[in-house]
Structure formats: structure tokens, C-alpha cells
């Protein structure tokens, strides 16, 4: 019975040396797999087929992926950015068109910066002094900035400002309603004026009218002229590439 057990344990030796032996063999294949195949693909292909590999054996990355060298050619943002930048000095060219063609030039202003293209309008232009209702000749103006707005798909933001002169009435209880008030009539006047939708399918709201009270000055308030300056509403249009 005991010579029976003896040859029973020489006959199960010990094999665990089998499974790093499997483990090289599998690495071995996998390696020639690719190598082979790197000669049959695309770059991109064989890319794939690495990771899928390198997953399949444990996670390992087979292959560090190589940079790819960046060229004009493919490289899009700056031709993105220019085509822009010609959109928006266009824009810019039909506004000084207009201000100059109606003698706004001490009423209206238009900038363009890395921000992007920035059209401020005085106080005067659109409402009496201390209230938010649109005078006549802002739907003229609304109309003339819808009519630019249309063709171009940037964010737009419109935002009004006070000086730091002090209101306090039922309607305004501080500069904040009054300018948060102007900058949302004059943006549903926009809006009404060149039926332009406030939303982008896939992107995020286009148009948006905020209210900066007296905190955004363009000149000081220790003057007239400059509390004058700063009693405005600005349209900007957002840049939607930077270099």
C-alpha cells in the first residue's frame, strides 16, 4: 500500500513552473502579433490594437504612445481664430458704419479686444435718467445691432452700469435692479427686434444680460464727464477661439 502511495506522488510532480512559462508564451505571441501587424496598418489602427492588446494581457501597455508632430495643416485653432477675427472686424467695420452714417460718434463706442467685439452705448441713447424704459430710439439702435447678430453664432452678452450716484425708489432700491432692469429690456428689445434665438441646440445659452451696478466703471465718478461715461449698456460679442 505504501508502494502504491510512492508512485502515485513521483507520477504528480510539481508543474507550477508551467504557469509563468504560459504567461512568457502569451507575451511572446502577443509581441509578434503586433510587430506583424504594424507593417499591415495605419498608425492609428496599430495605436489601437496595442492598448487592446496591452489590456488583454493584464493592462500592460504595450507601446508608449509617440506624439504626433503638429503642423499648419492640422492645426485648426488658428485658422479658427483668424476666420473669427475677420468675422468680428466686419462686424465692427457695419457699426462705425452706422454711428458715423447717424453722427453717434460721442454716444457709441465699439472696441474689439481678446475679449472679442464690445459695442457700449450711453445712457442717453436708450433711457431717461434713473429709469429702464426703453426710449424711441432704442428700437432703431436694437434693430440695427440684431441685424449684425444674426449671421454670427458668438455668445453675446449685454450688460448695464451706473455710476456710483446713489437711487433709492419703489421700483430701483439700489444701481443694482436699475442696471440689472436696462440690461434685460434692451436684451428682449434685441431679441424681439431680429428674432434671434436665446438658445444654440448642443451649446450654451447664446444670449445672456447681466446687471453690473456702479462696480464696472470705464472713468473715474469724481466727475462729470466720467459718471456720464460710466451711465451705459454694452453688448459684447464673445470671442469663441483664443490663441
Do not use: C
Amino acid at each position: 500500500m505504501s508502494k502504491h502511495k510512492k508512485v502515485h506522488e513521483e507520477e504528480h510532480a510539481d508543474e507550477t513552473w508551467l504557469v509563468p512559462y504560459a504567461d512568457i508564451l502569451t507575451l511572446l505571441l502577443a509581441l509578434f502579433i503586433v510587430l506583424f501587424a504594424s507593417s499591415q496598418i495605419d498608425q492609428e489602427k496599430f495605436e489601437a490594437m496595442a492598448n487592446a492588446l496591452g489590456l488583454a494581457i493584464g493592462g500592460i501597455s504595450v507601446f508608449e504612445e509617440s506624439p504626433r508632430p503638429e503642423t499648419e495643416e492640422t492645426n485648426p485653432s488658428e485658422s479658427e481664430y483668424q476666420m473669427e477675427q475677420d468675422e468680428l472686424l466686419l462686424t465692427k467695420r457695419q457699426m462705425d458704419a452706422y454711428i458715423e452714417a447717424n453722427g453717434l460718434e460721442n454716444q457709441l463706442t465699439t472696441e474689439l479686444s481678446e475679449d472679442g467685439l464690445m459695442i457700449r452705448i450711453k445712457e442717453t441713447v436708450l433711457f431717461p435718467p434713473g429709469s429702464a424704459d426703453l426710449n424711441e430710439h432704442s428700437r432703431i439702435l436694437a434693430s440695427q445691432i440684431a441685424a449684425m447678430l444674426i449671421p454670427i453664432s458668438q455668445q453675446v452678452t449685454i450688460s448695464g452700469h451706473t455710476d456710483n450716484s446713489p437711487i433709492n425708489t419703489r421700483e430701483f432700491p439700489s444701481n443694482w435692479e436699475l442696471s440689472s432692469r436696462r440690461a434685460v429690456n434692451f436684451a428682449r428689445l434685441i431679441l424681439n427686434e431680429g428674432s434671434l434665438h436665446p438658445e444654440r441646440p448642443l451649446l450654451p445659452q447664446r444670449f445672456r444680460a447681466v446687471g453690473w451696478s456702479e462696480y464696472h466703471p470705464v472713468q473715474t465718478n469724481e466727475t462729470a464727464e466720467g459718471r456720464d461715461a460710466n451711465r451705459r449698456v454694452e453688448v459684447l460679442i464673445m470671442r469663441s477661439y483664443r490663441l
